[in-house]
């Protein structure tokens, strides 16, 4: 099993990024996919979750009308589309997936995103 987030980066103020996670080893359409983030001296937070028919996401309050998360279990890949990114979203994001509810069981490694002019 592998998952390996891409598409991060240096971006400023009010800037977009796309990131990507690339995932492997098991069958991507049998379960929900979640972004979630660890700023520098902080704990990991939930971002971003969509279930695995895709046909039900949510978002954390500082990330709703921002972000959108996304699935294309064809090319076995999720992404979460950042816009009107601000300084306070630098931080690692992780993909996850889980095959129910409650902890997620895979997760990737990480991608930095840093937000600042």
């Known amino acids: 099993v592998q998952l390996v987030e891409s598409g991060g980066g240096l971006v400023q103020p009010g800037g977009s990024l796309r990131l990507s996670c690339a995932t492997s080893?098991?069958?991507?359409?049998?379960?929900?996919v979640g972004w979630f983030r660890q700023a520098p001296g902080k704990e990991r937070e939930f971002v971003a979750a969509?279930?695995?028919?895709?046909?039900?996401?949510n978002y954390a309050d500082s990330v709703k009308g921002r972000f959108t998360i996304s699935r294309d279990n064809a090319k076995n890949a999720v992404i979460l589309q950042m816009n009107s990114l601000k300084p306070e979203d630098t931080a690692v994001y992780y993909c996850?997936?889980?095959?129910?509810?409650?902890?997620?069981?895979?997760w990737g490694q990480g991608t930095q995103v840093t937000v600042s002019s």
């Open positions: 080893g098991f069958t991507l359409d049998e379960y929900d």
């Open positions: 969509l279930t695995w028919s895709g046909g039900s996401s």
């Open positions: 996850a997936v889980r095959s129910g509810t409650g902890t997620y069981d895979y």
